[in-house]
């Protein structure tokens, strides 16, 4: 079956860096990638995906990245503010069911 | 985006008692909702799929005796934690799809807290 693999699981950067979440899986037929963040005591919520025939995606200061070949997909995260400290998790779909990363806290530090 | 609404999110109950956790989709039809169990600071662990009108189907190692669920409606399903012991204290999460859309995207509920003590 699926295996997400997460890193890091802890991330700290000075606020106004960049922040990168890198996520590999391990079943060529998976074909949707989301990243949800969860803030503590929520559930998560999706911030951005990507489908297995778009190679990036962007949306204000963020985007992911994702490399069919290699089975890898990254979370970019720029010009860090203090709201974008949470829990991220990566995901990779296939036939609708979803298989987690281990998520990574990201830490803004002031 | 859709709205999933999860109800309580926060519940303490005694041990020995049932709690009874309602998703529910406000704008949107689910015909498949999914049922996570979450432990502090790990990720969302699949615990079982609701079909509306059918049984629901449970990951391995999971007791659908222990953990009823029950999706009566294209718009609420809900998971019953029987007979509740300490050691189910958890954070639950209630996640559904747009049956009628084409976004693969899946919504999640806000989570409930649940402390058995």
């Known amino acids: 079956g699926e295996n997400v693999e997460q890193h890091p699981s802890t991330l700290s950067v000075q606020e106004g860096d960049s922040a990168v979440i890198k996520c590999t899986y391990s079943?060529?037929?998976?074909?949707?990638f989301p990243w949800y963040k969860q803030e503590l005591g929520k559930g998560p919520q999706l911030i951005i995906d990507?489908?297995?025939n778009v190679g990036e995606k962007k949306d204000q200061r963020i985007a992911v990245t994702l490399n069919k070949t290699a089975k890898h997909f990254s979370l970019h995260i720029t010009e860090t503010q203090p709201e974008d400290s949470a829990v991220y998790f990566c995901?990779?779909?296939?036939?609708?069911?979803?298989?987690w990363g281990a998520g990574t806290k990201l830490i803004i530090k002031p | 985006g859709a709205v999933v609404s999860q109800h309580p999110s926060r519940v303490i109950c005694k041990s020995g008692t049932s709690v009874k956790i309602e998703c529910r989709s406000l704008?949107?039809?689910?015909?498949?909702m999914f049922w996570y169990r979450q432990f502090p600071k790990q990720s969302l662990m699949l615990m079982a799929t609701?079909?509306?009108?059918?049984?629901?189907?449970?990951e391995q190692g999971v007791e659908k005796d222990k953990f009823l669920i029950n999706h009566a409606s294209l718009t609420l399903s809900t998971l019953t934690v029987t007979s509740a012991h300490p050691e189910d204290s958890s954070f639950y999460i209630c996640?559904?799809?747009?049956?009628?859309?084409?976004?693969?995207?899946?919504?999640f509920g806000q989570g409930t807290r649940l402390t058995v003590v």
């Open positions: 995901a990779a779909q296939r036939n609708y069911q979803l298989i």
């Open positions: 609701s079909n509306e009108g059918s049984k629901a189907t449970y």
């Open positions: 079943d060529s037929a998976s074909n949707y």
């Open positions: 990507i489908r297995s």
């Open positions: 704008d949107f039809q689910a015909t498949t």
């Open positions: 996640s559904a799809r747009d049956a009628g859309g084409t976004s693969t995207e899946a919504f």
